[in-house]
Nanobody
Framework: VQLQASGGGLVQAGGSLRLSCTASGRTFNSYAIGWFRQAPGKEREFVAAIGRTFGNTYYTDSVKGRFTISRDVAKNTVYLQMNSLKPEDTAVYFC????????????????WGQGTLVTVSS
């Protein structure tokens, strides 16, 4: 599976962005898809994930109520809608694909896309 993340950019605090993770391969929808982010000088952290079977969604506490992850099966794409953005959301965002049940941990992911930079100005 090859993943392509896009949609990052510069936005003011309180604004919105929608990230896309598009994958090649017919088995894309067999994978759970997660979003992670890494801010300068910090470790990569889990942001959100969507399960492969029932589409259950998971979020880190800091983004609950602001971010929404969704999947478009026909387009082989997973979206991360980010609203009410804060300067602390500034990071490089990565999408990843997993066949495991450990989808809130980076260790559970098998394939990673390149990152897309999100910058939130105050």
């Amino acid at each position: 599976v090859q993943l392509q993340a896009s949609g990052g950019g510069l936005v003011q605090a309180g604004g919105s962005l929608r990230l896309s993770c598009t994958a090649s391969g017919r088995t894309f929808n067999s994978y759970a898809i997660g979003w992670f982010r890494q801010a300068p000088g910090k470790e990569r952290e889990f942001v959100a994930a969507i399960g492969r079977t029932f589409g259950n969604t998971y979020y880190t506490d800091s983004v609950k109520g602001r971010f929404t992850i969704s999947r478009d099966v026909a387009k082989n794409t997973v979206y991360l809608q980010m609203n009410s953005l804060k300067p602390e959301d500034t990071a490089v965002y990565f999408c990843a694909a997993s066949l495991s049940l450990r989808i809130t941990s980076a260790a559970g992911y098998d394939y990673w896309g390149q990152g897309t930079l999100v910058t939130v100005s105050s």
